[in-house]
């Protein structure tokens, strides 16, 4: 249950780091720390190098493209880059394709999060004791592994019923599944075998860099383009949203002041329905970039998604009490500098997402 210390550089392997969530905790760590950084990304759909361009020239940083699930290259990185801690964001991420092609998902977050553990496990049995001591393997993983809330005028609808780190997993599509499996995994390899891990569980994040497939992004692109908004539902699920940065924040305090063998949940304290919010981008728009009419008209109401999850929401008093981390970045700010990012970079979007 010991802490680990910064008074010394580090090693961190990050895995799935060219990601949304993954590029900004490196760039936080390239920005603010003297860690020495190896980030192993597959590069499939989702990830673009443009996240960490600045970078690429930076002596603290390099950059292998590889899969989790290759366990010789991942044996051979252990081996050769000697790292002080692995920080697992490699994942297929996104619940509509988990949907249409959930085998990807098991392949990735499950079978991956499995070979990489025991890669992991592997190089830590043989390292020396205070090396030992030392190490830590971080699992990034969602809220949605907790299934979902009662929204307002449902039955069993409380405000202050927030998801904690006691709740019980009970995923509702292949990816919260998929992630719920590999947090049972991470655990069990602790419990088991004494690896020295920490799970964290994040509310939705926002900002610049995000694939556009995700809703922000998409709402924004979309808009942009004289798109049709694609709204599921009636649009009143519910969801809280963490701003990446804060979100990096978190990872690397959970990563050098978590408690082994804990899992810390961080949430932004931003609760609200996808149209509300699809409407607040909108007009943000209409400020930032004004058209023929009002961005909120491109909205379209599409039939929901297979088991959409109601409500998500984040109890993150573990993680300020122990850490004392807080989400700093206000809603509103983080919305503007996130539209006027996505603005400021039309090349970022894909016509066909």
Known sequence: MTKTTETEP????VTGGVGFIGSAFIRHLLATTPHRILNVDKLTYAANPATLADYQSNNAYRFV??????????????ADFQPDAVVHLAAESHVDRAIAQPADFMQTNVVGTYILLECC???WDALPPAAQSRFRFLHVSTDEVYGDLPR???AGYDPSHRFSERSAHAPNNPYAASK???DHLVRAWHRTYGLPVLISHCSNNYGPF??????????IGRALQQRPIPVYGNGEQIRDWLYVDDHARALYRVLTQGRVGESYNLGGDNEVTNLALVRRLCALLDQLKPAAQAYAQLIEFVADRPGHDRRYAIDHTKAST????????????????TVAWYVSHPDWFDPRV
């Open 10 to 13: 580090m090693n961190i392997l």
């Open 65 to 78: 493209r590889g899969d989790i699930g290759d366990a010789a290259l991942m044996r051979s990185l252990l």
């Open 180 to 182: 719920a499996a590999s």
């Open 210 to 219: 995000q694939f556009p497939e995700k809703l922000i992004p998409l709402a």
């Open 121 to 123: 496990r592997d190089y």
């Open 322 to 337: 122990e850490l004392g981390w807080q989400p700093e970045t206000d809603f509103d700010a983080g919305l503007n500098a």
């Open 152 to 154: 307002p005028g449902e």
